[in-house]
């Protein structure tokens, strides 16, 4: 019954347009876009996505920057190394892989960041501009989602969408562009009482749990347009795909679905934010006679 929301083709449409606008960056003012990234503690599955997005970087040529810190590391620690990156006129982007260890401040992390290099959208200053439906970065997941709703054809405007979860970098976010879409945005978490009854009524299911195969087939309204955010160990959603698929009108597909969406946004934006920063550095000083 369900037709395939597939993220890689539009994800790599994407990239190679951020890979043109980098290339005629560097050509017209010498500068490349570089994005840097802090990854705090030995993690092997955020390693991995570290080291995806830097490859994807280098394939858009976008450079990158890789800091990586102890588990140990204190939230002061953190805060100044991220602040000497927003200080840091070569780099344009900075991307704090989530989630840090527990006895770190992460919104304290967060907010070290520069919001003109928050390219993955996570400062407060970026949710604002989500919630109020202004210009700016966007969360990269939540951002990537709406474009793929929207390349899909997907009616926002008026839809009951449920978020499960509610991360400062996914489930959040998520809900504010879709209200920001006019979505009537129902949020769902962990002390949720009646999950499966309340998600019967979405028509747009955001699923961003961090539990393998968690939302069931009988949990779906049918038709109802389904976006799997999880990515667990082995690649498998936070959706049962083989239940889901049978009932929904739309599914996302893992791997191929958001998480290549992702990487597109982060490139995009780190593109954005290099050709903002540059207009401003290779703006010719005024010499009074
Ligand atoms: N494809 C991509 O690009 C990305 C994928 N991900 C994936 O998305 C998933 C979620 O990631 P992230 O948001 O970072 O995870 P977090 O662990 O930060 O957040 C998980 C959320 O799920 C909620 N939750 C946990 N258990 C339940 C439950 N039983 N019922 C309802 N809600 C529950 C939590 O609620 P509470 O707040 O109450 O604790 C929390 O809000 C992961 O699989 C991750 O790998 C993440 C980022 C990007
Ligand atoms: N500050 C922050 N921002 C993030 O965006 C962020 C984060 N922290 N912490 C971890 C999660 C995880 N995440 C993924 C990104 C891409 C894929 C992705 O591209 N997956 C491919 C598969 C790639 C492969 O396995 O080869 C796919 O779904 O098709 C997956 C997961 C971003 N995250």
Redesign the pocket.
Known sequence: MSKLMIGTDLAAEMVAKAAERAAALQEKTGVQPCLATVLVGDDPASATYVRMKQNRSKKAGIGSRSVVLPAETTTGELVAELHKLSNDPEVHGILLQ??VPGHIDERAAFEAIDPAKDVDGVTMHAFAAMAFGEPGFRS??PG?ILRLLEAYDVPIAGAHAVV????P???KPAGMLLLASNATVTY?????VN?PEIVRTADIVVA????AN?VRGDWLKPGAVVVD????EGNVG?VHFDEAASVASLITPVPGG??PM?IALLLEQAVDAAEAQSETAVRPVVTLP
């Not at 961003?208 to 539990?211: N, R, S």
């Not at 955010?229 to 667990?232: D, I, L, Q, S, V």
């Open positions: 989530h989630p990269c997941t990537g499960i979860g509610r991360s970098i996914l489930g769902t978490h962990s002390r949720t999950l961003a749990v961090g539990k968690f955010a999880g990515y667990n936070d958001v998480g992702t």
